[in-house]
């Protein structure tokens, strides 16, 4: 049976850990446990985060935050 489609993109990311963190992690619950934990701990609204992520996709807005950055560097 395939997977369901997730309800956001998911990106591919690398994370260092030992071998011992990693069963750790896996007893925790693993990716999906991580997803729960961080919907829980979010600091900032959900409405925030979508806010976030629709301005760094335009383009306009993505190329002053690109800018932005290189000023504070």
Do not use: C, V
């Amino acid at each position: 049976m395939p997977r369901p489609k997730p309800l956001e993109p998911i990106t591919f990311r690398n994370i260092r850990m030992s071998d011992r963190q990693w069963i750790i992690f896996n007893q925790l619950g693993g990716a999906e446990w991580l997803r729960g934990f961080l919907e829980k701990k979010a600091p900032m609204p959900k409405q925030h985060y979508d806010n976030e992520l629709a301005r760094i996709n335009n383009l306009a807005d993505a190329s002053f935050i690109k800018r932005r950055r290189e000023i504070n560097d």
